[in-house]
Every structure is written in structure tokens, then in C-alpha cells.
């Protein structure tokens, strides 16, 4: 037992560093939007794009990599993505143009962040834990996520200012390739903690087509392309939009830095929740506060004082999703096919994230303002708030054995 739990504990940890990575490195990209914009001679557009490919990338690939961690293990998947990573970085660094950046930001860097993403570690992350503790450690490595967004934007910000931003990203590069080294934890980690039920399914293609059958599974990619909208339109557009309503990039920074460090509080705090009470009211009401705090935000005049209580606000509800979501899709298919199946799920909130980020610079480019998207941001939040529930939290398998 000793021994089992060491190694749950290492792997937990490598889990969390590499999310801090994987996802810490794409909150920054933002900070990238207006200096590359006008040296490369580019509209802002063309910047969204590169990174709405790279969401739609990640969306497409996470349900194969995932599928590829439930055959053949995680670490194997994560060395692969960290190297097409900071191979993307690197490209992206030596960019000169829009083509440049789609195949670095867009297809490289889409691509190994999938593999080093959340359906893999995640789904490795699921299959060591019982269920009455799940949540929590969903919640817990999901918040690695967070310590690379707090701590990565004033860093990048700082290597921008002083090595420009081609310096900046072959930093970024070198601090991906740090995945490989805590990949290899992954090959020690212990099998399922808990048999299948019996009338699971034994075949992947099974539990795929079984899942996308159930309203359940439809509802919870409904309610995640909101969440992608978001996070991906505030990620790359907020360090603009504050820009022009006159402040600072080192406020932008902040303002990236603390959504990091408070959803560090609220992927936790909810991860916790989890364990506890319905899922299905927590991802609600959560959906709900974010429209709040979008409106509120629009209404307010521009200030450092409204936007840094609005990144704290925001961040509490940041990827306070993720171990909701996920562990909805644990705890009704089931822990077998977890990657794969949370795959299918992100894959409708990278496509969310496709739109956030393309559509608030083609926005920009046409209406000369984010307001519009702003205004649709809390209309899908009101939406997702909705569509969270109808969500039946049953086990569709082995029904009886598993606790809410």
C-alpha cells in the first residue's frame, strides 16, 4: 500500500506540473497578439486565426490521443506531444508571416498540446483514484493549469520586453520540452483501481457509439463549447481589448497572472465540491456566475481596479469545469474509456475555443470593437447554464455501484 501510494503521489504531481505547462504556455499566447501583429504586418485576424486553428487542432486530436493513452499509456502519447510543442514554438519564433504562424501556433503547437492535455493526463489521473476521491483529484491536477498561468505571463511579459518576442517563444519551447522528463513518470502508474461493470462495453468503438447516444453526453459538449468560447476569447483578446481602452501590457499581464492564481482557488474548490454534491447544479450554476461577471465587467468603466477584480472573479470559474465535466463523463460511462471519451466531449470545447478566438479578431477587424462578442460571451453563458440541467447523473453501467 506504502508503495502504491508513492507512486500515486509522484505521478499525481508530474500529472499537475505538466498541465502547468501545457496549458500555463497557450494563456500567454495573448501577450504575443499585438507585438507580432505589427511586426509581421498583420491584422489581428490573421493572429485569431493561427490560434483558433490551434484550438480546433487540439479539439480534433484529443479524442486520438486520448484514444492512443487508453491502448498504449499515457507517457508515450505525452513525449510525442511535447516534442511537436516546442516544435511548434520554435517555428512560431522564426514566424514571418501568417503561413508561418498557422503551421507553428495553428497544426504543431495544436497538435502536442493535445497530446500533453487534459483527455491524457486526465484520463491516466482518473483510472488511480476510487470514485469518492475522484473529484478531487481531478480537481487538483486540472489547477496545475492555473500555476502556469499565474506564474508564466508576467515571466513572458518580462522576456518580451527584454529578448523580444521571437527570444520569449524559444523560452517557451525549452520550458514544453520539460514534459518529457515528467512523462516518464506515467510508466509507473498502477492499473484501474476498480473492475468495469459488467454490461460495460469491452469494445472503444462501443463505448463511443453508446455514449454519443445519450443526452447526457450531448449536453455536457454543449455546455463545454461555451466554456472554450470563453476562456479562449479572454485568453488571446483580453491583453488587446485592455490595450485600447489605454492600459498597460504589465496590467494585462496581471491580469492573466491572477485568472491563474484564483483558478488555482476555484478548480480546487469545485473539485472538492464534486465529491459532494450534483455536479450537474455546480457546472449551472457556475455557467451562470460567469455571465454575471461578463456583463458586469461591459458595464463598468475601464479601469485596473475593475479589471483586476474581474480576473479574480473569472479565474474562480476558469477550468473550475474541467473536473465537474470530466468527472461527470467518469462517473456515467465509466473509468475504462475516460480518455477517449472526455476527448469526444473537448473536442466541442476546442471548437468553442476556434470560435472565441477567430471571431473576436474578425470582430475587431470590422467592427473596430470587441462589444459584440463580449454581449454573445454572456448569452452562451446563460445558455450553458440551461443545458447543464436536464443532465441525468445516473450510471449508465453497473448502475448502484458508484456513488454521486
Not at 34 to 60: C, D, K, N, T, Y
Not at 272 to 298: E, Q, T
Amino acid at each position: 500500500m506504502g508503495g502504491l501510494s508513492g507512486r500515486l503521489v509522484l505521478v499525481a504531481l508530474c500529472a499537475a506540473a505538466i498541465i502547468s505547462l501545457s496549458r500555463g504556455i497557450r494563456q500567454v499566447f495573448g501577450l504575443f497578439l499585438a507585438p507580432m501583429s505589427a511586426e509581421l504586418s498583420l491584422g489581428r485576424g490573421s493572429f485569431g486565426f493561427a490560434l483558433a486553428l490551434q484550438s480546433i487542432v487540439i479539439g480534433l486530436c484529443e479524442p486520438l490521443t486520448g484514444a492512443l493513452a487508453d491502448k498504449f499509456g499515457a507517457a508515450r502519447i505525452l513525449i510525442v506531444g511535447s516534442l511537436a510543442y516546442a516544435g511548434g514554438l520554435a517555428l512560431m519564433a522564426q514566424a514571418s508571416g501568417a503561413a508561418d504562424l498557422n503551421l507553428g501556433a495553428g497544426l504543431l503547437v495544436g497538435f502536442g498540446a493535445s497530446a500533453a492535455g487534459f483527455a491524457v493526463v486526465l484520463g491516466a489521473v482518473g483510472r488511480l483514484v476510487p470514485p469518492h476521491r475522484r473529484g478531487i483529484a481531478l480537481g487538483m491536477t486540472a489547477a496545475g493549469g492555473s500555476i502556469g498561468q499565474f506564474v508564466l505571463p508576467p515571466l513572458t511579459q518580462l522576456w518580451i520586453s527584454s529578448h523580444g518576442w521571437s527570444g520569449a517563444l524559444l523560452v517557451l519551447a525549452l520550458l514544453a520540452a520539460i514534459v518529457i522528463p515528467l512523462a516518464l513518470a506515467f510508466i509507473m502508474a498502477p492499473v484501474a483501481v476498480e473492475a468495469p461493470p459488467e454490461d460495460a462495453p469491452t469494445v472503444l468503438s462501443s463505448a463511443i457509439r453508446e455514449a454519443a447516444s445519450q443526452r447526457a453526453f450531448q449536453l455536457l459538449s454543449v455546455g463545454f463549447f461555451v466554456c472554450g468560447f470563453h476562456v479562449s476569447f479572454i485568453a488571446v483578446h483580453l491583453p488587446a481589448y485592455l490595450s485600447d481602452v489605454g492600459l498597460s501590457p504589465v496590467t494585462a499581464a496581471r491580469a492573466l497572472a491572477l485568472i491563474g492564481f484564483f483558478n488555482i482557488v476555484g478548480t480546487t474548490l469545485f473539485g472538492f465540491l464534486a465529491d459532494r454534491f450534483s455536479r450537474k447544479n455546480l457546472l449551472s450554476g457556475l455557467y451562470f456566475l460567469r455571465a454575471i461577471v461578463i456583463a458586469l465587467f461591459m458595464l463598468v468603466p475601464a479601469s485596473e481596479g475593475a479589471v483586476l477584480v474581474f480576473s479574480a472573479s473569472i479565474g474562480l470559474l476558469w477550468l473550475a469545469t474541467v473536473p465537474l465535466t470530466s468527472g461527470l463523463v467518469a462517473h456515467i460511462f465509466g473509468v475504462r474509456y475516460m480518455a477517449t471519451l472526455f476527448g469526444i466531449v473537448y473536442l466541442s470545447h476546442q471548437m468553442g475555443a476556434f470560435s472565441g478566438a477567430w471571431l473576436g479578431g474578425i470582430a475587431f477587424d470590422f467592427f473596430g470593437s470587441y462589444q459584440p462578442v463580449w454581449g454573445v460571451a454572456v448569452l452562451l453563458g446563460l445558455l450553458s447554464a440551461l443545458c447543464h440541467l436536464p443532465i441525468r447523473e445516473t450510471p449508465l453501467y453497473g448502475q448502484g455501484t458508484e456513488q454521486a
